[in-house]
């Protein structure tokens, strides 16, 4: 959407250097009639190169990239950059202080509100300053998210389909290089479509990656290990951060999402007994689960079927359940084409 942004911040993004302060999103309230709240934003420029924007906190109840963000913008020194990094590990910040997946100010959910409004809520302003100011100066983005609060995830890098031969193998390479067990293409159906900020990176010419580290509300041990280890593949691979350090990136598996078939929903309200285990692979018909009725303990509970084959990628994580959650999600193994042969 057109129109000036009235987030503002005292980093210059072409200043050599660290800096370490936050954007600051006008906020009129009651107890703050000019207020504005701050987004924790570190910048880190040394002479020329490409710029990388990783992002954290999108969904503030998403922890592993949160801390993983956190840690880099701490230690990082500007000698080991080449280029920019642009870092902001709480990026819905009312929601992150909220530990909630949507903010509390204006519910809303920043992953579904790309490209944004800079007259419209709080978070329409965050999606809208992200979209038309930071992502331009963007090569490579990387948003780093979990499962939340009402999912658990298998640890996976995403990419949505590149829009040409050349931008697609890109993508492919920037999940190998990541190195998460599972790395997966999706244009997004279940989610968030082309509302989401990789999509507007994409939209903007710039290479987005995406990560599903773990979830539930907690941090994966695992999921934050591969959020350190695989950013600074990604970051070396890039050139952004040229003599890191890493280890080999463990070999991925590439999937993806079938349809709307891929997923297991509620149809009715009660508590959700899971049939099958995250990274458990599963067959058509097979059973999913059973939804009880706490009300009626006479009543047969409804069984569920998984309604293709894969592999369990994401399971709902808290048991009472209402028609419409998402229960299960599958993933299959993507064709890669002759090219790609020595994945297989
Ligand atoms: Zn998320």
């Known amino acids: ?30 107890l ?24 954290a906190g999108n969904h503030g109840d998403e922890y ?58 709080p978070t329409q302003m965050i999606a809208h300053y992200v979209s038309e100011v930071l992502i331009p100066m963007a090569d490579l983005v990387v948003d780093l998210h979990s499962g939340g609060r009402s999912l658990d995830y298998v640890a996976s890098a995403l990419v949505r389909p590149g829009r040409t031969p050349d931008e697609h193998a890109s993508l492919l390479g920037l999940m190998e290089a990541f190195g998460a067990p599972v790395s997966f293409v999706s244009d997004g159906t279940g989610g968030g479509g082309v509302t989401t900020l990789a999509a507007a990176a994409q939209e903007r010419g710039a290479l987005a990656l995406t990560t599903e580290l773990g979830g539930g509300a907690t941090l994966s041990r695992q999921g934050l290990a591969l959020a350190e280890a695989g950013l600074k593949r990604v970051l070396k691979a890039h050139g952004v951060m040229p003599q890191a350090v890493v280890e080999a990136a463990p070999r991925t598996r590439f999937m993806t999402v079938k349809g709307h078939g ?35 303990p006479t009543r047969e509970p409804e069984t569920l079927l ?18 419409g959650d998402c229960l299960f999600k599958l993933m299959v193994d993507l064709d890669l084409g002759p090219e790609h042969a020595h994945h297989a």
């Open 1 to 30: 959407m057109a129109g000036e942004t009235r987030i503002w911040t005292p980093i210059d993004y072409e200043a050599e250097g660290k800096q370490a302060d936050c954007l600051r999103l006008p906020y009129s309230s009651d």
């Open 32 to 55: 703050s009639a000019y207020g504005w709240i701050p987004i924790p934003l570190v910048c880190i420029k040394n002479g020329v190169g490409p710029t990388a924007l990783l992002v």
């Open 64 to 121: 592993e990239g949160q801390i993983a963000l956190a840690n880099l913008a701490r230690t990082i020194r500007p000698d080991q950059v080449s280029g920019r990094l642009i870092i902001l590990p709480a990026l819905n910040f009312p929601a992150v202080a909220a530990g909630r997946r949507v903010s509390p100010i204006d519910e809303g959910n920043l992953n579904r509100l790309f490209p944004g409004d800079p007259y419209g809520s």
């Open 262 to 296: 891929a997923f297991v929903y509620a149809h009715e309200r009660g508590i959700f007994e899971p049939s099958a285990e995250l990274g458990e692979e599963v067959a058509s018909g097979q059973m999913a689960g059973r939804l009880h009725f706490p009300g009626l």
């Open 306 to 323: 998984f309604q293709s084959s894969g592999l369990v990628a994401t399971r709902r994580f808290p048991s009472l359940t209402n028609r």
